[in-house]
């Protein structure tokens, strides 16, 4: 299909898919798979791999959003391995308390912020129990158990039974943000929390890494980008070495038209690090609208579906880590040869993955299924690069990850599915609530 073609097509599905969404003339089952779509279809294998050097894609697009479980926001998902309504966990006062529905608030302004630091996020996974969740939360608030469903977060939900959704894919880290986003790109990590982001040239950057996929992509004389709305992550390497590749979203809507992505490119949300509240976000992360990143979850779709490099490009969207939100499968073990700096104190076991996340593979190549194979990570979309370009592997985490590209099916391709518009309600500032 042309680009030209696949806009008609993308327009003039568009105004069904929208229809689906609110529930005009279909099911009212909030887990009934919408029109054109295989929800619930399911695969536990995967295929075999090509050699490499035939393998039909060119490019490969990782946007990481930010702080949601699995079962916090896909748990309602047919066919996969999701819980949502009726698990009860136990707070920090011994009281049983139920999952429930959080829509119609967007944000969770009038509660606080699950802890998902390291310690935190220890005490939430309890061994392997995963029964937590509530005992780093103030008395009486219950958020890190509540949930959307499909008809809250229509685009994700489109995206989920339209593509290759895994329900075996996990955080990297037990720990926040920094450290799995430096996993993606380094699979390792030299810092363990989150600080104060260096947002002027003369604040410290916190990671002395000295490899990433950008340094393996150069080697191979491949090209790699970092775009972002606001400050890329690639401002947290001490080295700057990565500045000069990092570019304004606004030139990834013209890369992506033009045709004109590079091989291997990453993508940010607005972490509203300008704006210094979390309300201002459109990377889902809590007190910012679920609803305004399942927009921006559309545009960035609906980008790489009308660029003309289409037919052979690969994107996962996956998040960061769970947020401390509840998840009723535990994380497992992993390989891993990283050596922390002696300072930190709360240093996390990298022989366990994370809490599991929302993952999904948008592609020609990407079935509409639910993959239960795995376990995959963050590094298994660096073992799908490395695969593809003969890339050596960073560390022993990499090296061992399960290839997210064997889920994928080189056999067929695949038109992009329309999802549906989206007009999320105003945000509100959530220091006045």
Request: glycine share 8%; charged share 20%; hydrophobic share 35%.
């Amino acid at each position: 299909m042309s680009p030209l073609d696949r806009r008609q097509f993308l327009a003039s599905a568009a105004a069904a898919a929208s229809a689906a969404a609110l529930g005009v003339g279909c099911a009212s089952d909030t887990t009934t798979a919408g029109p054109g779509t295989t929800a619930g279809r399911s695969t536990s294998g995967t295929r075999p791999l090509p050699d490499p050097s035939t393998a039909p894609f060119d490019t490969v697009v990782v946007l990481m959003m930010e702080n949601r479980s699995f079962d916090h926001v896909l748990g309602w998902l047919p066919g996969a391995d999701g819980k949502q309504a009726d698990l009860t966990y136990r707070d920090a006062a011994g009281h049983e308390q139920s999952t429930w529905a959080l829509a119609p608030d967007w944000q969770g302004c009038g509660y606080t912020g699950p802890d998902h630091d390291v310690q935190a996020m220890r005490t939430h996974w309890n061994d392997g129990a995963n029964d937590g969740f509530l005992l780093t939360q103030p008395d009486g608030d219950h958020y890190p158990i509540g949930y959307y469903t499909d008809r809250d977060l229509p685009i994700l939900a489109a995206l989920a039974r339209g593509y290759t959704t895994y329900d075996n894919y996990f955080s990297s880290v037990m720990g926040p943000t920094w450290p799995n986003r430096l996993y993606q790109l380094c699979a390792t990590t030299d810092v363990v929390e989150t600080g104060t982001f260096p947002r002027n040239p003369g604040d410290p950057r916190p990671s002395h890494l000295q490899t990433t996929i950008f340094d393996r992509a150069k080697a191979a004389g491949l090209t790699a980008g970092y775009y972002a709305i606001e400050e890329p992550m690639t401002g947290l390497f001490a080295s700057k070495r990565y500045d000069d590749i990092s570019y304004t979203f606004d030139r990834f809507r013209a890369d992506a038209a033009a045709g004109t992505l590079p091989n291997i490119c990453f993508v940010d949300p607005d972490f509203a690090i300008e704006e210094l509240i979390d309300d201002q976000t459109n990377s889902m992360h809590p007190s910012g609208s679920v609803q305004v990143g399942d927009a921006f979850l559309g545009e960035v779709h609906d980008l790489l579906a009308q660029s003309p490099q289409w037919e052979r490009l690969v994107a996962v969207v996956n998040f960061d880590e769970g947020g401390g939100f509840f998840d009723h499968v535990p994380p497992p073990r992993v390989q891993d040869d990283t050596v922390l700096p002696a300072d930190i104190e709360h240093k996390p076991d990298l022989t366990i993955l994370g809490g599991r996340v929302p993952a999904i593979t948008i592609s020609p190549f990407a079935a509409a299924q639910v993959d239960h194979s795995g376990p995959y990570e963050h590094c298994s979309v660096l073992k799908m690069m490395e695969w593809r370009w003969g890339l050596e592997p960073m560390t022993l985490r990499d090296r061992t990850a399960n290839n997210l590209a064997a889920t994928l099916d080189f056999t067929t391709r695949r038109d992009p599915i329309a999802v549906p518009s989206s007009d999320p309600p105003p945000v509100v500032d959530c220091r006045d609530r």
